[in-house]
């Protein structure tokens, strides 16, 4: 079945950096765009950024521009996100979403998310 | 930079129709999207490009957008169906949610 799975997520320091992964199954990961999705705790849903299915294309939040960046690999039916010089306002809970194919840009596919926490 | 806006909570009674609204400037000229996201799960998508239920979804739950309100709609609402829920467009290379609606069922 569709699968997407987070992992990297932890406590970091401030000023730290980390690198999420998302391993995807069950779909042909190089045709579709993948975006990242934050959720603060307590609060609603943020958009972090997203990638084209061929990598070639790629939007930021203003929230992570120059700090965060959203790599894929496409023989490893993998997506990437960098995320430098952690605050903590970037503590959240990460999710990695498949975007759908329907001329539209919806997210029909989400993984259970990968929870970062910026602490000293 | 586009905002859109959603009520912090509704509440339903059990069995009545909920409305959830999300309101943008000229929102009806967009694709609006909704999640639900139910307590300590991740979002699922309810609805896409305005009105289309993915498959496996109830078609208890139904969209509009026209002017600038877009409207979720949960008819003979269950206890099942309380959980947050969030609309979401795209403008200018940035993907917008909406800060979200609590629905609960009384």
């Known amino acids: 079945q569709v699968q997407v799975v987070e992992s990297g997520g932890g406590v970091v320091q401030p000023g730290g950096s980390l690198r999420l992964s998302c391993e995807t199954s069950g779909f042909t990961f190089s045709a579709y765009s993948m975006h990242w999705v934050r959720q603060a705790p307590g609060g609603g849903l943020q958009w972090v950024g997203l990638?084209?299915?061929?990598?070639?294309?790629?939007y930021y939040a203003d929230s992570g521009k120059g700090r965060f960046t959203i790599s894929r690999d496409n023989y490893k039916n993998s997506l990437y996100l960098q995320m430098t010089r952690l605050t903590a306002e970037d503590t959240a809970v990460y999710y990695c979403t498949r975007e759908g194919t329907y001329g539209a840009r919806y997210l029909d596919v989400w993984g259970r998310g990968s929870l970062v926490t910026v602490s000293s | 930079s586009y905002e859109v806006t959603q009520p912090l909570s509704v509440s339903v009674a059990l069995g009545q129709t909920a409305r959830i609204t999300c309101g943008g400037e000229s929102i009806g000229f967009k694709n609006v999207e909704w999640y639900q996201q139910r307590p300590g799960q991740a979002p699922l998508l309810v609805i896409y490009r305005d009105n289309n239920r993915p498959s496996g979804i109830t078609d208890r739950i139904s969209a509009s957008n026209s002017g600038n309100l877009a409207t979720l709609t949960i008819s003979r609402a269950q206890a099942g169906d309380e959980a947050d829920y969030y609309c979401q467009v795209w403008d200018s290379n940035t993907l917008i949610f909406g800060g979200g609606t609590n629905l609960t069922v009384l």
């Open positions: 990638v084209s299915s061929d990598g070639s294309e790629k």
